[in-house]
Each structure stands twice: as structure tokens, then as C-alpha cells.
């Protein structure tokens, strides 16, 4: 399992990278690593296309819905790209979590259409 945090080359949004397994921990992990990087932006790509999600239950999702926003309060707008079809109930699950604690967020199988809509002004 690997998980990179950095700012994407424009500077403009947190790009988070998950492969492997991923395991509540790491969440826990990359959410730290980029706290420094919400000085410089306020929005978020998090990429799960080649992550495998199994180790993760439906509490540590709800736990990670419900403080993200509270401990990263530079971030505004996050678009979460899972590869798989837009009915998949874990990640629905997880984008409502975000919107409820008032966070815009959107589940996109396409990297290239979720970096539109994250760029994108409203």
C-alpha cells in the first residue's frame, strides 16, 4: 500500500493517491501529511482507482466523514475519483458523509472530468 500526498503541479488542489489496500490508518495518515498543504489551496482530489477498500468498515468511514471537516477546514471542495460506476454504496456513502458536514463533493469515474469539476468556479 502506498499513499502519496502532495500539491498537484498547478498548486491548485491537494492530490491524494491511493494504491493497495488501505486501511483506516493511512487515512488517518494522509489526512496529517496534508494539513501543511491547505496554505496554499482548498480543494482536494483524493484518487482510489487502484485501491482496494475491503479493510475498511462502515464506522472508520463514518469516523473519517465526520472529522474531516473539522480538522481540515482549509478544504472546501473535494472530488473523489473511484473508477467504478457512480452506484457503488461505499463511496456513495462516503461522498453524502462529506456533503453533510458541508463540504462540496463529487464521486467521478474519470480523473480528467473530476479535475474539471474541481477547477471549475461556480
Known sequence: MATKVNLSPDG????????????FADMISARSRSL?????????????????????????????GKTFPQEVTGCRRIAIVSGLKTGNIFYSHLVNLLRVSGLETEMFEDIRVATEWLLNEQ
Open 12 to 23: 491548485r488542489y491537494v492530490l491524494v493517491t491511493h494504491t493497495g489496500a488501505l486501511l
Open 36 to 64: 501543511p498543504l491547505y496554505e496554499h489551496c482548498d480543494r482536494t482530489l483524493v484518487d482510489l482507482r487502484s485501491t482496494n477498500l475491503s479493510q475498511i468498515s462502515v464506522l472508520e468511514l463514518d469516523d473519517l
